[in-house]
């Protein structure tokens, strides 16, 4: 049915990048022979899932929207693509995004934008639109996104689907092809928190391959979305970013965040206001880690491991180094040639100290931000994003005006701690999303005050 959604409605969305027809309908009937013999694998054994291109699949094309990997199959499956595989979840196929995830409306992609299902005209999200554009278009009931700076609750908020990112650690990165490695998370997006959770759990947990994965349980996180979707919320410390809400926030998306507070007030939570002060230099203190962070991690791209490799006009017998300059000129888009630029200066000596050492100062601040709130609150809640879905094109030359889109999510991500964007319904027609963060390790209670505000 969802390979036949694709066909449907795709060329009008273009979630996907590559589908997999006949891989999903092998793995559905081998998924069909295992139920019937009463040996399910797993809760989530014969449904579909999607998969953001940017985690790697044995066997199935990988470019990470970007030319320079066009036509790469990588020899190994990512950890989290593993177990959605031992735990019998057919794979559709992989879901379009920014080039290297860098962006927040899918239309750095280097194959065209994807379209946000509810209007056309308008953007689903990014980086991982294509992953929330397919659930929310019903092409697929599950998708993987990653979330270095809102990634996968941006999209979420903004095709009324819900998104989790999970504590830093919590799900493995190995096969995840690294944007910011200090920042980078994998996880669910779909339809309903109670999904989400069980698609967690699957996913979650620890990985010897990946040296920051975190060999702790983080709670319970099905009992917890079945709890909080009974309404019980009683007795917990909701804390209200100051700093999250107000200005700058379309008064649409301000007024479904104030009811969805008002729902959990009335379920027995008690609402406290708490202040992060530092929570407004998070975006500069984020624009300069990660592009440091990724233009490090993009030099594997040299031309001669991965992917295509051009030859520069006119010469000769090129050397290595002409045929990494004219391959990366080809190979990567604006977006990304801007934030290795960014990224290579701000690492470069003499300007360390100024830009790479003072953003790392300020994640400190910030995680200090977090502690503080976490003892008034046993949860913090904003609006994910600042607006709807805007325009397609509307905020394409205006880098900055495009970052603003992350304000609310990026703190999470500078710090560690576990975040969830649950719809909130529609403002001015367009889905807003609501956002849930708990201290590390406490990815239960995103879920429970989640599914409670669902
Ligand atoms: N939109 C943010 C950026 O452009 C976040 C991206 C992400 O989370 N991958 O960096």
Redesign the pocket.
Known sequence: AHLERIAVVDAAVHSFLHVDAEGALAAAEESDARRARGEAASRLDGVPIAVKDVLTTKGMPTTCGSKILEGWVPPYDATVVQRLRAAGLPMLGKTNM?EF????STEHSAYGPTRNPWDLDRIPG???GGSAAAVSAFEAPLALG??????IR?PAAVTGSVGVKPTYGGVSRYGLVA?ANSLDQVGPVTRTVLDAALLHELIGGHDPLDSTSIDQPMGDLVAAAQQGAAGDVRGLRVGVVKELTGEGYQAGVQERFDEAVAVLVEAGAEVVEVSCPNFVHALAAYYLI?PSEASSNLARFDAMRYGIRVLPDGVDAPSAEEVMRATRDAGFGDEVKRRIILGTYALSSGYYDAYYGRAQQIRTLISQDFAAAFTQADVLVSPTAPTTAFKLGEKLDDPVA??L??LATIPA?LAGVPGISVPSGLADGLPAGFQVLAPALADDRVYRVGAAVE
Do not use: K, R
Not at 101 to 104: C, E, F, L
Not at 146 to 151: A, K, L, P, V
């Open positions: 920014d995830a860098m962006g927040s990014g980086s991982g990653t979330d270095t700076g809102g990634s941006q944007m990660m495009m970052y889109n992350d991500n």
